[in-house]
Every structure is written in structure tokens, then in C-alpha cells.
């Protein structure tokens, strides 16, 4: 694991292995570290850069020697891009592209030094930092057993600041930082680990790795238990598969007199479709399908960390979705936890199945907002293509909250309707609700099936059917399982009021 350290002194004249200097495009500067180690190396850096060697373009990095000019044995410059079009998201992504670099170039260990400009805090900077650098630099290679030791990892990062009382806040964002980056990891871990590997038990078993450390409570419920309390339609989904189901529900917080706030997250292992089986091109995807479990997972243990002054609950049910002699049909009718009916059209619409008696239990707990996360739809890929997660919700302050917490951590996020109108595609004749409606409006129909069952409390669907995984990689989001929904959640309840 990566150490971060914070450290008084200052960059020019700190001896280390690499030294990391960012820059804007000419002619905007930071004024600070980057002109004093100018002014130490005899203005090099100002020549690279007026020569146009180096011209601070956003993700730019150029690694150059120091020849004993400077303490340091190397600098690694790289670019912010213009100074006017500058974000934390900006800022995340050439963290994380510096961390590549430096990764790829076998240095283990390297400093750089925080200080404020753009209007940003020390401590909101040093968060992005080291989000930008652990997220960017995350590989998965837990079941790689040839060339181990080609396995480049970065050791060690000194953060240096000259201001005495810069620290505590850089500490602080360091410390935020670590925290939220390693929730997103271990989501991505277990988004990226196989069927055959992350079962619902597994997912049980963390849940309860993660209460034990915390001193949460932790509920798992098997099957038996599941079909005494009335969970007819997680049951239905479950009862094909021989791999042993979990309905789980972890508190943090609880009975400390703070509000509750559910957390639902879709745990289906493996999505093969059941009965009504999904072409097998690009089926192996489908273990992605627990992605929202994982991010919830992820979320209750970095709440714990952070502290969070609410009382949340995870609810996790967790299954496989598979064809047997056992597995629900088409046309069979289910009772729900709710005690509404669904005529079963398509065994291939199981999250939402399962997604309505996890709502309908959450109720129990009279939260003030209810969020879950599924990769519930294709349609929502298709609507708004694989990098934006749907978001529905029946209550505008908490769309609205949401929405500030999508901008905030560059998780994008995009409203999508619940009119009523959607509601008559899901009618059925001889039930209350069919589980499918028409493939014109996939996305919605699917968060109005959801709605059905979140009661009159405020509520956010957060459909990330395209982001949980993603094909070609982004500034700081490597390919394969991205932990989607961890930060945009971890936020929103920081920014909780
Ligand atoms: N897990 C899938 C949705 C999905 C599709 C996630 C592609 C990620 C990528 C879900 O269970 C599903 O199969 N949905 C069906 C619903 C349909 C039968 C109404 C779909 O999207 O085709
Ligand atoms: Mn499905
Ligand atoms: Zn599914």
C-alpha cells in the first residue's frame, strides 16, 4: 500500500528520488515552489518551457534530470492545461496521470508540494491529490500469477508544505482522501473479481468484515429466512441458483439518535438472464452485475472511517440470476415483501425484482431518503451512453443534492423523468405490475417499477448500468470495474443537511 506522508519543508531544497512540479500553460503561473526551483536551477524550468520543450498542457509530463542542480534527482513536470478552464476534476486527472508516469517509470517514491491557488484550499487539494493518484495508479492483479515481479507499485509519497499551519489541513485531506480512494478500491476489487469468486456469500462475508471493524450491526439472511419474512420476489430470483443467496443489512450508527438514510445496492453475482437467458456475446460482463452492492459495501465502510454523524443502512440483496429445473418462469406471479403482485415477463428484469423487497424492508427503518444503486438497464447505456449513470428520484431536494454531489466529484449524473404516464406500460392483467414494459423507455420504466415500492419517502434510483465498468480508460478511472457511485455517495452524505 502506498504510504503518504506530510512533511514541513520546502520542494527545492528537499532530497528525494523525483520531484513533482505542476504547471499551467504560459502564461499563466503558479507563483511559489515552481518559480523558486526556477530560481534555484538558474532558470531551466523557464527556459523549457519558452523553448516549448514543455508547455503545461493539460496531462502533459516530461521527466527530466537534475545533474545535482537541484536536491532532488529528478523532476517530472506535468501539465494543468489552462489556468481559466481549471478543476478539481482537471486536477484529479493530471494527479493521476503524474502517479502513472512516475509508476511506470519504476520510481517508488517521489515528492511534491501542496499550495494553495485557484481560490482551493489546501485541504481540498491534497483530497483530489491523493484521489486522482490512488484511483489512477489502481490495478487489479489479484489472480496474475506469471511476471509478479514485473509488477511496477509506487511506495512512497512525501506531501511537503513550508506553512506550519498548513498542516493539519493538508493531514486532513490527505487523510479524507485515502479514505474515499480505498472505499472506491476495494469496490473496483470486488466489481472486478469473477462469479466464481465474489458470490453472494462472499459479499456476506465482507459485509461482515466491515461491521467487525467498525463495531456496526450486521444482519445476513439466507433463503429460508428471506421466504418467512414475505420476500417473495428476491426469493423467486434466487431459488435457480445453488449458490447460497443473502439478503444483508449492515447499520452504522444505529440507535445513536441520527437520521436514517438507506442504501440499497443490487447484488447480483452473475446475471445470465435465468430462463429468459441473455445472448452469450459479452455475457462474461454480467459479474458486474453487484456493482451497486459493492459501491454500497464500499460507501458504509469509508462512512465509518470518515465518521459520518448519520444513522445508514445497507441493504444488500445478493444473488445469482440463473436457469434450472428450480428458477422462476415468464408468466409466473410473485408476492412481494410489499404485498403487491408482479406477473413475471422477463426472468431477465430480476434487479428490480429483488431491488423492490430490499425498498419495501428499508422502510422499516422510516429513513429520511432512500438511495439505490443498480446496474439495472441496457436502456439507460443506450439513453445516455456508458460513462453517465440515469438518476430518477421523486423528491427535487434530494434530485438536487444528488446532482450537486455528481458535480462535486465529476461522477456524472443525469436526470431522467418519472412521469406518470410511464406507469401503463407496466400494468398486467392478472397482477399488479409486469416486471417489463416496453424497450422504448427501458431506463425509466425500470426506475417507475422502483418507484412503486420506495413508499412516500424521498428517493434516488441511480441506474449505473454503462459507468460500472468502462472499456477505454478515463484520466483516473484505469479499464475494467470503476467503483462508480462511491464518491458521488460518500458526498452526498458529507454535504448532508
Ligand atoms: N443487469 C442487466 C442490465 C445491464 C445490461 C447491465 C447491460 C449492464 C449492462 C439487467 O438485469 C437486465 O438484464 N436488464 C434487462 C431488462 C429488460 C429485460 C427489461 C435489459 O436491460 O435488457
Ligand atoms: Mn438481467
Ligand atoms: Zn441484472
Redesign the pocket.
Request: no cysteine.
Given at each position: 500500500m502506498m504510504e503518504i506522508r506530510v512533511e514541513l519543508g520546502k520542494a527545492e531544497r528537499y532530497p528525494c528520488e523525483l520531484l513533482l512540479l505542476f504547471s499551467f500553460e504560459l502564461p499563466a503561473r503558479i507563483e511559489g515552489v515552481w518559480e523558486r526551483t526556477d530560481l534555484e536551477w538558474k532558470g531551466f524550468l523557464s527556459g523549457l518551457m519558452s523553448q516549448g520543450d514543455f508547455k503545461g498542457e493539460l496531462f502533459e509530463c516530461r521527466l527530466v534530470h537534475t545533474q545535482g542542480a537541484l536536491p532532488a534527482k529528478r523532476v517530472l513536470l506535468t501539465g494543468l492545461g489552462k489556468r481559466e478552464e481549471f478543476d478539481l476534476e482537471k486536477w484529479r486527472g493530471a494527479s493521476s496521470k503524474a502517479g502513472q508516469f512516475i509508476k511506470n517509470s519504476g520510481v517508488k517514491r517521489f515528492a511534491f508540494a501542496v499550495e494553495k491557488f485557484n481560490r482551493l484550499t489546501v485541504e481540498e487539494l491534497s483530497e483530489s491529490f491523493v484521489t486522482g493518484l490512488l484511483l489512477g495508479t489502481y490495478q487489479f492483479n489479484e489472480f496474475k500469477t506469471l511476471d509478479r515481479d514485473k509488477i511496477k507499485e509506487i511506495e512512497e509519497v512525501v506531501v511537503l508544505t513550508e506553512f506550519p499551519e498548513d498542516m493539519k489541513p493538508i493531514q486532513d485531506g490527505v487523510q479524507k482522501g485515502r479514505i474515499i480512494s480505498e472505499a472506491v478500491c476495494m469496490a473496483r476489487d470486488l466489481v472486478n473479481g469473477p462469479g466464481n469468486q465474489v458470490t453472494p456469500t462472499v459479499l456476506a462475508v465482507k459485509a461482515e468484515e466491515i461491521a467487525k471493524r467498525h463495531n456496526m450491526e450486521v444482519q445476513v439472511f439466507n433463503l429460508g429466512q428471506a421466504e418467512s419474512m414475505g420476500m417473495g420476489a428476491f426469493v423467486a430470483v434466487a431459488k435457480g441458483s445453488q449458490e447460497p443467496a443473502k439478503f444483508i443489512v449492515m447499520e452504522h450508527n444505529k440507535n445513536k439518535g441520527f437520521e436514517a438514510i438507506a442504501l440499497v445496492g443490487k447484488g447480483?453475482t452473475f446475471?445470465s438472464?435465468g430462463i429468459?437467458i441473455?445472448p452469450s456475446e459479452n455475457m462474461d460482463?454480467?459479474k458486474?452485475?453487484m456493482s451497486g452492492a459493492a459501491a454500497v459495501l464500499a460507501v458504509m465502510d469509508a462512512a465509518a472511517r470518515l465518521q459520518l454523524p448519520l444513522h445508514l443502512v445497507g441493504i444488500i440483496p445478493a444473488t445469482e440470476?440463473l436457469p434450472s429445473g428450480k428458477a422462476y418462469k415468464p408468466g409466473d406471479v410473485l408476492k412481494t415483501l410489499s404485498g403487491q403482485t408482479v406477473e413475471v415477463i422477463?426472468t431477465?428484469?430480476?434487479?428490480r425484482l429483488i431491488l423492490s423487497d430490499a425498498l419495501t424492508y428499508s422502510l422499516r427503518y422510516k429513513p429520511k431518503a432512500i438511495i439505490d444503486l443498480a446496474?439495472?438497464?441496457?436502456?439507460c447505456?443506450v439513453a445516455l451512453g456508458d460513462y453517465v449513470t440515469g438518476l430518477f428520484g421523486n423528491d427535487e431536494s434530494l434530485v438536487k443534492k444528488t446532482e450537486d454531489a455528481s458535480a462535486k466529484t465529476g461522477e456524472k449524473a443525469w436526470r431522467l423523468p418519472l412521469w406518470d404516464e410511464y406507469f401503463d406500460y407496466i400494468k398486467s392483467d392478472v397482477a399488479d405490475f409486469k416486471n417489463?414494459g416496453t424497450r422504448a423507455g427501458?431506463a425509466i420504466i425500470?426506475a417507475i417499477f422502483l418507484s412503486k415500492f420506495a413508499g412516500k419517502i424521498p428517493w434516488i434510483h441511480l441506474d449505473i448500468?454503462g459507468p460500472?465498468h468502462i472499456e477505454k480508460e478515463k484520466p483516473y478511472i484505469p479499464r475494467g470495474g470503476t467503483g462508480v457511485g462511491v464518491r458521488l455517495l460518500l458526498q452526498l452524505l458529507r454535504d448532508w443537511k
Open positions: 447480483i446475471d438472464g429468459s441473455k460482463r454480467m458486474d452485475d440470476n422477463s431477465d428484469a430480476e434487479g446496474t439495472l438497464t441496457g436502456a447505456v417489463v427501458g425500470g448500468a460500472a
